[in-house]
């Protein structure tokens, strides 16, 4: 069975966008004078801009058996490109606020922030993301009804580890944190034997989840955790994946921090590694050959602890493994391996999600590369590239235009202002410029 696609509301009518330089996110060169036509909710034209016929900016008599006018978008000065894939956030982790208040928020509190996120999102130029861990299905299908605005999305809900592991949140006093007591925020799933590990992910598929989330290695975020601590070891991983054959054939990915942990992750079969800092030469061969997808979190990976909240001990861990990390990725996009985009959005701020382009240009990627890693590669790992990811005739169209030129610029796209207007499914869901008429 293929990935479910998550709808959201749909637009109507026919809109030209010209004028706009195209770049479409399969890689190709960038297009000047482009035009893209919206039919309903698909795109409907896509290529060199075509010859005004003036049918466009006169109403049709009833009837006539004329093609509906379009609504003309002049577009010139800027840049058309698909919706954006984030495949790793977290947006039920509030970016303003601390443990503390969060602790004494009400579950509608958690859900309003949650809901806003969500349009920071979308307004980011993400209409589509994949939530590993935290989010539950009620926000997915909140977003597909039109309730909230937000990125189309696939959901993990929890995520796998065993005892002591990254996901799990239990402190050594046994105290748990009150997002971790409530029923509203299924985000941790902890697992030891071969029976847990299938009765969670058996859970997670009654729940609704469309990806698996497994810790093979630990973190930096959790009580008492470190990357180099083991996590769900290979055979599990395998379990998994197995597992979910059987069901939808949802995408099993790993939290896979070390060597150990990519190693565990990939021996078990997981499709993609997230994070991957400790990758090898030896690795990457092993990506390589089986085609396995890295997105490897730069805009967490590159962000270091406020030093008021943390101590000097875990800044200088994480300032090393910023290091080896930013390495390990260089090496992995000059090997080849295939890079997609995700941000860790919520251990990092919300609404800033394509900083993660520049952090890829960064360790080596062009930027056409790195649009094409945060558009189609994204949707084909979530197994959507049929409906989404490129500005293609047929797809579905989702569509964003910005000031910044993502090939020349591509630092600035990290602010959300440089993102003027956004179409979801053919329906204008930002436009800052007013520039749709809509
Ligand atoms: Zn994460």
Redesign the pocket.
């Given at each position: 069975m293929s990935a479910r696609l998550p709808r959201t509301p749909s637009g109507t009518g026919r809109t030209r966008i010209v004028g706009a330089t195209l770049v479409d996110g399969t890689g190709a060169p960038a297009l000047p004078d482009a035009e893209v036509e919206v039919v309903d909710d698909r795109i409907g034209y896509v290529g060199p801009r075509r010859p005004d016929t003036g049918a466009d900016t006169e109403a049709d008599a009833v009837g006539n058996g004329r093609a509906t006018p379009a609504t003309v978008v002049d577009a010139r000065g800027l840049h058309v490109l698909p919706g954006f894939v984030d495949l790793?956030v977290?947006a039920a982790m509030p970016d303003d606020v601390g443990p503390d208040v969060r602790a004494g928020w009400f579950p509608e509190e958690e859900a309003f922030s949650t809901a806003r996120t969500l349009a920071r999102t979308l307004a980011a130029g993400v209409t589509t993301a994949r939530d590993?861990s935290g989010l539950t299905p009620g926000f997915r299908n909140a977003v597909a009804a039109g309730h909230i605005t937000g990125p189309r999305l696939h959901l993990a809900v929890a995520l796998l580890s065993p005892t002591g592991g990254h996901g799990d949140p239990v402190a050594p006093n046994g105290s748990l944190p009150v997002y971790a007591q409530r029923a509203t925020t299924p985000g941790w799933c902890v697992v030891d034997t071969a029976d847990e590990v299938v009765r969670a992910v058996r859970r997670l598929d009654r729940i609704g989840a469309d990806v698996i989330k497994v810790c093979t290695s630990g973190g930096l975020s959790t009580p008492g955790d470190d990357p180099t601590e083991l996590g769900v070891p290979a055979e599990h991983v395998a379990l998994i994946v197995a597992e979910m054959r059987r069901r939808r054939s949802q995408p099993v990915t790993a939290?896979a921090q070390s060597e150990q942990g990519i190693r565990e992750a990939l021996r078990g079969g997981a499709a993609s590694i997230?994070h991957g800092y400790g990758l090898t030469d030896e690795l990457i061969e092993e990506m390589l050959d089986r085609a396995t997808v890295l997105v490897p979190t730069l805009s967490a990976l590159t962000s270091l602890p406020d030093p008021a909240r943390a101590s000097q001990e875990k800044i200088d861990r994480k300032r090393w493994w910023r290091d080896t990390g930013l390495r390990a990725v260089a090496r992995a996009v000059e090997a080849g391996v295939t890079i997609a985009t995700g941000t860790?959005a919520g251990?990092v701020p919300h609404g800033r999600n394509l900083a993660e382009l520049g952090h890829l240009v960064d360790v080596g990627m062009t930027p056409l590369a790195a649009v094409r890693a945060g558009t189609l590669v994204g949707a084909r790992t979530m197994g959507l590239q049929e409906h989404l990811g490129s500005v293609t005739t047929g797809k579905l169209a989702d569509l964003v235009l910005t000031r910044a030129d993502p090939l020349t610029a591509v630092h600035a796209l990290a602010d959300p202002r440089e993102v003027r207007a956004v179409w979801q499914s053919g329906r204008v869901v930002k436009d800052l410029d007013r520039i749709t008429g809509a």
């Amino acid at each position: 069975m293929s990935a479910r696609l998550p709808r959201t509301p749909s637009g109507t009518g026919r809109t030209r966008i010209v004028g706009a330089t195209l770049v479409d996110g399969t890689g190709a060169p960038a297009l000047p004078d482009a035009e893209v036509e919206v039919v309903d909710d698909r795109i409907g034209y896509v290529g060199p801009r075509r010859p005004d016929t003036g049918a466009d900016t006169e109403a049709d008599a009833v009837g006539n058996g004329r093609a509906t006018p379009a609504t003309v978008v002049d577009a010139r000065g800027l840049h058309v490109l698909p919706g954006f894939v984030d495949l790793h956030v977290h947006a039920a982790m509030p970016d303003d606020v601390g443990p503390d208040v969060r602790a004494g928020w009400f579950p509608e509190e958690e859900a309003f922030s949650t809901a806003r996120t969500l349009a920071r999102t979308l307004a980011a130029g993400v209409t589509t993301a994949r939530d590993l861990s935290g989010l539950t299905p009620g926000f997915r299908n909140a977003v597909a009804a039109g309730h909230i605005t937000g990125p189309r999305l696939h959901l993990a809900v929890a995520l796998l580890s065993p005892t002591g592991g990254h996901g799990d949140p239990v402190a050594p006093n046994g105290s748990l944190p009150v997002y971790a007591q409530r029923a509203t925020t299924p985000g941790w799933c902890v697992v030891d034997t071969a029976d847990e590990v299938v009765r969670a992910v058996r859970r997670l598929d009654r729940i609704g989840a469309d990806v698996i989330k497994v810790c093979t290695s630990g973190g930096l975020s959790t009580p008492g955790d470190d990357p180099t601590e083991l996590g769900v070891p290979a055979e599990h991983v395998a379990l998994i994946v197995a597992e979910m054959r059987r069901r939808r054939s949802q995408p099993v990915t790993a939290h896979a921090q070390s060597e150990q942990g990519i190693r565990e992750a990939l021996r078990g079969g997981a499709a993609s590694i997230e994070h991957g800092y400790g990758l090898t030469d030896e690795l990457i061969e092993e990506m390589l050959d089986r085609a396995t997808v890295l997105v490897p979190t730069l805009s967490a990976l590159t962000s270091l602890p406020d030093p008021a909240r943390a101590s000097q001990e875990k800044i200088d861990r994480k300032r090393w493994w910023r290091d080896t990390g930013l390495r390990a990725v260089a090496r992995a996009v000059e090997a080849g391996v295939t890079i997609a985009t995700g941000t860790d959005a919520g251990v990092v701020p919300h609404g800033r999600n394509l900083a993660e382009l520049g952090h890829l240009v960064d360790v080596g990627m062009t930027p056409l590369a790195a649009v094409r890693a945060g558009t189609l590669v994204g949707a084909r790992t979530m197994g959507l590239q049929e409906h989404l990811g490129s500005v293609t005739t047929g797809k579905l169209a989702d569509l964003v235009l910005t000031r910044a030129d993502p090939l020349t610029a591509v630092h600035a796209l990290a602010d959300p202002r440089e993102v003027r207007a956004v179409w979801q499914s053919g329906r204008v869901v930002k436009d800052l410029d007013r520039i749709t008429g809509a």
